[in-house]
């Protein structure tokens, strides 16, 4: 970061106190376009999972704001990516309407439909109609296409069109370390949707933020314990888990026993904590094996059976039903799986929510050049048997309970309702929680200072 910039925002070390941000991020038409210029060209972000593409010429478009980017499998083990647009006349290479999600398929070579330039799948130029006429000008470097870098971590394919960019391993940081042990690599794709929503991609992301917004969005589940929540940055990225209120107690309890069973019986809670995530969270958020193994709690242990052993219990017979059916479970230490907490923000616009053999994760782009507009997208990985993977393809899905679950839906209800009521003239700014809601005033620190842009400051 230059010295030269004006905005700075508060240090990591300030996010313990209240601080505020403006509405520009969210509404600001000039904000957007300078995210246009100094976030999207220049930041790794993921573009696709690595099974999207198994075979040589196997290729998908990437598309964020301005920029669309073509990924393809050059060799068995070899991915490459180049800016989609042809270097003679700037046509896109392989058109990318508005409103589609991504174009896929399987490629020898590229022709340009304009003037049929092609170009291999290295990117290098293979054919140039009536090249004489340039007289000996044209070389590789003006007529290949342009590289983008490419990287894989965790099963994602992560894009930079930044040349000189940091590599990814770096641009992670703590988060591939503590993200590690689950393993994401091994997991494939359960669903995959897509939506288009009336709110800035922000908004649309921060909505899964934090477990702050649980007790009035999601009151059915407070029945099942406390989601007080603590947040923390690691550098660009941060991520929440469940807390205690007593400061002495906080960040010391395992996610998982967080919410084992508040009831009188924690048989019979775990059960159906497992049970309703399962159905209103769109199979997501736990697995068939989970709940079934919840299930049988009752019957496998007498009454009275304190919360940990229920826990403990639950989880080794889930951990063995899976491996009855091929499905292994990673080895995550309860330190590990504690301090990797609940869920991360991956920057700029990635949220995955772990779990031992799952993972909820969810996307927003901007859509079109309209603040007001994001594309939307959630997907759901698990980790299934050798040959028995679904392939799911992406799907537009409207936001309805039907498709997305109930859970889903109560946070898609927040999103449109916040970008109107930031455009109130009565809006002094935003007030985060300092302790719960670290990670939403993280990112903005990092998008602000990265755009020097005005970013949070000290209330
Ligand atoms: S613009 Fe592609 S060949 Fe002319
Ligand atoms: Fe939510």
New binding site residues.
């Given amino acids: 970061m230059s010295e030269m910039r004006m905005n700075k925002s508060v240090s990591v070390d300030e996010l313990e106190h209240a601080v505020t941000y403006g509405t520009d991020p969210f509404l600001s038409g000039d904000y957007h376009q300078t995210e246009k210029k100094r976030l999207w060209p220049q930041t790794w972000q993921v573009a696709e999972r690595v099974e999207d593409i198994p075979n040589v010429g196997d290729f998908f478009t990437y598309n964020v704001a301005d920029e669309s980017v073509i990924v393809i499998r050059t060799a068995a083990d070899v991915i490459k990516a180049f800016h989609n647009v042809?270097?003679?006349?700037?046509?896109q290479?392989i058109d990318v309407p508005p409103g589609v999600h991504s174009v896929r398929g399987n490629r020898l070579s590229f022709m340009?439909?304009?003037?049929?330039?092609t170009f291999d799948r290295e990117g290098a130029n293979t054919y140039i109609?009536d090249e004489q006429d340039w007289k000996g000008a044209l070389n590789p470097g003006c007529t290949s296409l342009s590289p983008v870098q490419v990287d894989t971590w965790g099963g994602w394919i992560f894009v930079n069109m930044n040349p000189n960019a940091e590599p990814l391993r770096e641009f992670l940081g703590e988060a591939a370390r503590l993200l590690a042990p689950f393993e994401f690599e091994k997991m494939r794709y359960k669903w995959r949707q897509w939506v288009i929503f009336d709110c800035n991609w922000k908004t649309g992301l921060e909505a899964f933020m934090e477990p702050y917004h649980v007790s009035a969005t999601h009151k059915q589940l407070l029945k099942y314990g406390q989601y007080y929540s603590y947040s923390k940055a690691y550098g660009l990225h941060s991520v929440s888990g469940f807390d205690e209120r007593d400061p002495e107690k906080r960040i010391k309890q395992s996610t998982t026993l967080a919410r084992a069973g508040k009831g009188a019986d924690a048989r019979l809670s775990t059960y159906e904590l497992q049970r309703e995530q399962y159905e209103t969270v769109n199979k997501s958020s736990t697995t068939e094996t989970l709940v079934n193994a919840a299930k049988r709690l009752v019957d496998e242990l007498p009454e009275g059976t304190p919360p940990d052993k229920v826990v403990a219990h639950w989880l080794a017979s889930a951990k063995a039903d899976d491996a009855a059916r091929g499905v292994n479970w990673p080895e995550i230490s309860p330190d590990e799986m504690s301090v990797a907490g609940l869920a991360w923000h991956v920057f700029p616009n990635l949220s995955i929510t772990q779990g031992v053999t799952f993972a909820l994760c969810y996307r927003t782009r901007p859509y079109g050049d309209d603040p007001n507009k994001c594309i939307f997208e959630a997907f759901a990985l698990e980790r299934f048997p050798e040959g028995k993977e679904p392939k799911p393809e992406w799907t537009y899905a409207e936001a309805v309970e039907e498709k997305w679950g109930r859970v889903l839906c109560q946070d898609f209800s927040n999103m449109a309702a916040v970008q109107r009521g930031m455009k109130s003239s009565g809006f002094r700014g935003t007030l985060p929680n300092p302790h719960q809601e670290r990670k939403v005033t993280n990112f903005h620190r990092n998008l602000a200072d990265l755009l020097d842009q005005p970013g949070p400051r000290r209330v």
């Fill in positions: 042809c270097p003679h006349r700037g046509r290479l340009c439909g304009f003037h049929g330039w109609l």
